[in-house]
C-alpha cells in the first residue's frame, strides 16, 4: 500500500513484537520507513486518533474482545474514515460450509483460532468461520453504523465499515 500510494503515510500495529521487528526490516529493505512504521500495540489501544483508513487482515476472528477492539477502531477513525477488514470467506450457516475450503477453516479455527480467543480477555471466539451476520454483530456493537460487503474472493470476504 505505501508503493502504491506514496503521498501517504502507514502505521502497522502488532502485539507480537517478532513480528513488527520483521515488519521494519522488510519496510526498510524497501526503502520505505520514512512513511511506514510498526509499532507494538493491541487491537483495542493502539495510539493514534483521526485515521483515515483502518485495515485488520484475517485477525478480528481470533480476538478476544472483537467488540471491544471495533469500538477502538470507531474511537481512532477520522469522522469520514472507513475500516476495511478482511476475514476467511465463510456463510452464516454451518452446513454451507461444508465445502474443502471450509473443512480446512474450521481445522484452523479449532486448533488456533477458537482457542486463542478463549485465552483472551472476553474470549467471544468467533472463529475462522464466523460468516457476514456475525461480523456485522460485532462491527454494529462495537459503534459502527454502516457495515457492508465490500467483495470477495474464493478464500475472504472484504467488509467496510464506517462510523
Known sequence: MAEA????TFVGFDYHEPS????RRTSSAAGLPDRV????AKAKDYPGRDYDF????DCLHDMGDPVGAAAHVRES???DGAWMIVEPYANDRVEENLNPLG?????????VCTPGSLSQEVGLALGAQAGEARMRDVVTKGGFTRFRRATETPFNLVFEARP
Open 37 to 40: 512504521s510498526f509499532e507494538v
Open 20 to 23: 513488527i521487528q520483521w515488519a
Open 103 to 111: 473443512r480446512l477453516c474450521y481445522s484452523a479455527s479449532t486448533l
Open 77 to 79: 477513525l477520522a469522522a
Open 5 to 8: 500510494y506514496p503521498r501517504s
Open 54 to 57: 483502518v485495515t485488520f487482515f
